[in-house]
């Protein structure tokens, strides 16, 4: 069937359209084939198509028919290269992982399964999700579809834009610091960043521990909204899965909006994003939010505390590919010789850049000085928000201080390239959930986005605020 209209297409639509009998999942899922093999030569989102993708459709289709289909059953969508799919290769975008297959499924995998959604293929991203634009994959750069010549963001750039190029009707990224949020911005869809704790963890590659989270990002708020409530169940796999007698959802609202004060001289921000966040604001306005100031003094310093925190924790989770137990191995004299060569080669200059950081941060005499430090300025900002959301039910910032910059623009500075994500770390700082909502377009036709942050489980108030703001 040629003529389904991928662009045009929601879950919903796809879901009524599948029980009516308007289309099969596999006329849907082989119309996304055909995209895919349309775009992705240029785009570079997908590392690989799933050989399965028939046998599942044809699973669906029988779900469909027997009357027991879900919202997600029969959808085609696209995984992070970092989530593991049971009998599948999983390379964490890079070498270092070689043909390396996965030996489980990853909750959210399983959950998905269970829906009988499609997993069409992998995708692209940063290698080891350490970077903000996806020109650290070992597999090559993701273009922006709105752009080729500019990135898609990262290091969820591959899901993204699988999203934004009409090949799937939603994707599965993981963020640490904004790695869906920022992409999402950059490439015109929806990205968010749930709860720490909301969705589990078990099966996900992990670079920051106490700040990894898997986000879906589909083209609307309320698509995202039914792949959260589908993947944010308790589980006992995740240490830090907060069971459901503990997520406080029901927040009185009061249509209020904090706008952090510093931000709204502009300084740092591009003057397009600076104009398209006011417009933004009075858009809230008229739909009767009351848009307030309010004080973070602390949130300035999220960036400076993430900088020391990930790589603390990215060097020790890194520790484990030793050439030994799986991926990429390269003979030495002895066994020290074997694994330096194994990870000199394996690991690409931005993880190598950040292990070494991390390392140093942790070591004798600098802990203190760094990591503990860090530490207690996480708890300092993480009761800075808590104390703002007693007076507003959100805050809002733009999701980017830019557009979506150049291929090759910022990957030799990457204090530059840091940058990127100074309004979409203080929510991973603090653990609460952000969404980033397509809010418009620059003079050169390439996508903005905006950004909503609530209070622990607030996810409820993301949605509702997000579904006004897209009308």
């Known amino acids: 069937m040629d003529n389904i209209d991928l662009k045009n297409l929601t879950i919903e639509k796809a879901h009524e359209h599948l029980i009516k009998g308007d289309f099969s999942a596999k006329d849907l899922m082989e119309s996304c084939l055909r995209v895919i ?3 992705n030569k240029d785009i570079n989102a997908f590392l690989e198509i799933y050989s399965d993708v028939l046998e599942q459709a044809k699973k669906a289709d029988e779900i469909i028919k027997n009357g027991k289909a879900t919202l997600l059953t029969g959808i085609p ?90 090949s799937v009707l939603f994707a599965l990224g993981s963020e640490t610091g904004g790695s869906v949020r920022q992409p999402a911005s950059f490439c015109g869809v929806v990205g968010l960043k749930p709860t720490y704790g909301a969705v589990s963890r078990y099966g996900l590659f992990s670079l ?31 240490s ?41 604001l009075e858009k809230l306005k008229s739909l009767g939010y009351e848009i307030v100031d309010v004080d973070l003094p602390l949130a300035k310093y999220s ?74 300025v996480r708890k300092m900002i993480e009761n800075d928000f808590k104390k703002v959301f007693e007076s507003v039910d959100a805050i809002v910032t733009p999701t980017s201080p830019f ?41 050169e036709n390439l996508p903005l986005g905006i950004q909503f942050m609530a209070p622990h489980f607030g996810e409820n108030i993301l949605f509702k605020i997000g579904k006004e703001f897209e009308k």
């Not at 990930?310 to 066994?335: C, Q, V, W």
């Not at 204090?415 to 377009?441: C, E, H, K, R």
């Open 403 to 443: 557009p979506a910059f150049k291929i090759g623009e910022k990957v030799n500075d990457p204090l530059q390239m840091y940058l990127s994500d100074i309004f979409t770390v203080p929510a991973n700082i603090a653990g609460i959930p952000a969404i980033s909502i397509p809010s418009g377009m620059t003079k």
């Open 303 to 376: 960036l400076a505390v993430y900088y020391i925190l990930m790589p603390a924790e990215a060097s020790t989770n890194l520790s484990r590919f030793d050439g030994i137990r799986y991926g990429l191995s390269l003979d030495g004299k002895n066994s020290i010789e074997a694994y330096n060569k194994t990870r000199g080669a394996g690991f690409g200059k931005e993880a190598r850049r950040r292990i070494i950081l991390g390392t140093y941060v942790l070591s004798h005499g600098y802990y203190d000085a760094y990591y503990n430090k860090a530490i207690k």
């Open 208 to 238: 920051g521990s106490s700040l990894d989270q898997i986000g879906p990002t589909a083209k609307s708020v309320s698509e995202v909204e039914v792949v959260f409530n589908v993947i944010s169940k308790y589980d006992k796999m995740d």
């Open 77 to 166: 969508f696209a995984i992070k290269d970092n989530i593991l799919v049971e009998g599948k290769k999983v390379s964490s975008g890079s070498k270092l992982l070689g043909d390396y297959k996965a030996t489980y499924d990853a909750t959210v995998t399983r959950l998905l399964k269970d829906e009988g959604a499609i997993f069409i293929g992998r995708t692209n991203m940063d290698e080891f999700a350490m970077g903000s634009s996806t020109e650290n994959s070992a597999f090559g750069v993701t273009k922006n579809p709105h752009d080729l010549s500019r990135v898609a963001g990262g290091s969820s750039g591959g899901s993204v834009a699988s999203v934004a190029m009409n």
């Open 240 to 280: 830090t899965s907060i069971p459901e007698n503990l997520r406080n959802k029901d927040k009185k609202q009061s249509k209020k909006i904090g706008v952090i004060k510093d931000l709204m001289t502009g300084e740092g921000m591009d003057k397009e994003v600076f104009e398209n966040f006011n417009q933004s």
């Open 37 to 39: 093999a349309e775009k």
